[in-house]
């Protein structure tokens, strides 16, 4: 028995065999791609968190100098040092406070792959009907 090209049944099916293999190698790469995609942001957004931590540290250090200048002395000296402790912990926060946004806004899932799935099921349904 053959379609109307002139290719017989067996032929076909091996056809959409063959096609379904290659729309899943393609998924495959795709969604191998949009992980390392979320990786990469995901390392980007940590940076900021660890250079906000540090400079929120570096804050703190700041702040335990002005507290033990300002016992030493009450000059303009503690209160330099706390302006300075005010600004990087100010810094460091908004550092902080922008990598967890962009953390909270990193999904694993492979949408896109997910998307192209449920477009190529239907298709690969319909000829074996």
Do not use: F, H, Y
């Not at 293999?21 to 998924?27: K, M, N, T, Y």
């Not at 495959?28 to 660890?50: H, N, T, W």
């Not at 540090?54 to 030493?72: F, R």
């Amino acid at each position: 028995m053959a379609d109307d090209n002139g290719r017989s049944i067996g032929t076909v099916l091996k056809d959409i065999v063959g096609n379904v293999q290659q729309i899943v190698r393609s998924e495959i790469r795709l969604a191998s791609v949009e992980v390392r995609e979320e990786a990469g942001k995901a390392g980007r957004s940590a940076a900021l968190v660890v250079i906000g931590g540090a400079i929120a540290v570096l804050a703190l250090g700041c702040a335990l100098i002005a507290a033990i200048s300002a016992l030493a002395t009450i000059v303009a000296l503690w209160s330099a040092a706390l302006i300075v402790a005010a600004v990087a912990g100010v810094v460091g926060a908004a550092l902080i406070a922008t990598g967890m946004k962009r953390m909270r806004q990193i999904t694993i899932t492979p949408t896109r792959t997910l998307a192209a799935l449920e477009e190529n099921i239907p298709w690969a349904k319909a000829p074996t009907r």
